[in-house]
């Protein structure tokens, strides 16, 4: 008589996609599981109706004030939150993404980070610095 009935055929399944995926790296194919996940909806743009583009003169001054809260604050935040802000962080800081995407199964955290990093390609800095310091305080108003 038969033991496990179908989920004993889905454990069995699992276990043999599991083992193609492992010979599949041992022979160096890494398979980009948080592409299949997530990245099947497509990059999210950031854009923002009310951030400035330049036009406020005090903009770096509050990007610094903002800076300086959320390295504060860091603790306190969820990740995604941590993850979007550093990413406009460093769209303001250092301008476009010419990191080459992470490669690998266990690192879906730098991926996630770059793939933000990514989607926020070709706003200004004046622009990323004032939608940092709004995403913050939206953060800050939330705890």
């Known amino acids: 008589m038969p033991r496990g009935g179908f989920g004993g ?3 069995g399944l699992f276990n043999a996609l599991m083992g193609v995926i492992c010979v599949l790296m041992s022979f160096g194919i890494k398979p980009d599981v948080e592409y299949m996940a997530v990245g099947l909806l497509g990059p999210q743009r950031y854009a923002s109706s009310d951030a400035s583009s330049g036009s406020d003169p ?4 509050q990007f610094m004030k903002a800076e300086a809260a959320w390295m504060q604050m860091k ?4 990740g995604k939150a ?4 550093w990413a406009l962080h460093k769209q303001a800081t250092e301008g476009d993404c010419r990191v080459p995407k992470p490669a690998g199964v266990f690192n879906g955290g730098e991926k996630e980070q770059w793939r ?3 989607s926020l390609q070709g706003i200004p800095a004046e622009q990323a610095m004032a939608m940092f310091a709004e995403r913050l305080q939206r953060e800050e108003d939330s705890l």
């Open 116 to 118: 933000l990093w990514m």
């Open 9 to 11: 055929f889905l454990a």
């Open 75 to 78: 603790e306190q935040l969820s």
């Open 82 to 85: 941590c993850r979007e802000l």
């Open 58 to 61: 005090g903009g770096r001054t």
